[in-house]
C-alpha cells in the first residue's frame, strides 16, 4: 500500500530566513533515497534537503525562491 509522506523544511537551527533557492526535481519525478531535492538557505549557510526514502515526488508545495520556516511543507512523496 502506497503512502503520501509531507517533506517539511528540517529543523536547521536559528534560522529566521530560510530561502528555498531551487529545487533538483519536479513533480511526478521517481527519486531515491538520500537523493538532494532542494536547496535551503539560510544566513549563515546553504542545506539541501535529501528524500527519506525511495518513491515519487507527487506535488511540490513551495517555488524556488520562496522564504519558508522550519515545519512548512515543500512537497509530498509516495512511496510503496
Known amino acids: 500500500m502506497s503512502r503520501r509522506i509531507p517533506l ?3 529543523d536547521i537551527g536559528d534560522a529566521e ?3 528555498l ?5 519536479k513533480s511526478g519525478d521517481s527519486v531515491t533515497k538520500d ?3 532542494c536547496e535551503l538557505v539560510t544566513e549563515k549557510a546553504a ?3 535529501e ?3 525511495k518513491g515519487r515526488i507527487v506535488s511540490i508545495e513551495k517555488k524556488a525562491g520562496e522564504t519558508v520556516k522550519v515545519g512548512d511543507t515543500l512537497a ?3 512511496t510503496d
Open 8 to 10: 517539511n523544511v528540517p
Open 17 to 19: 530566513k530560510i530561502e
Open 21 to 25: 533557492v531551487g529545487w533538483n526535481i
Open 35 to 37: 537523493q538532494e531535492l
Open 47 to 49: 542545506f539541501p534537503l
Open 51 to 53: 528524500c527519506p526514502e
Open 76 to 78: 509530498f512523496l509516495e
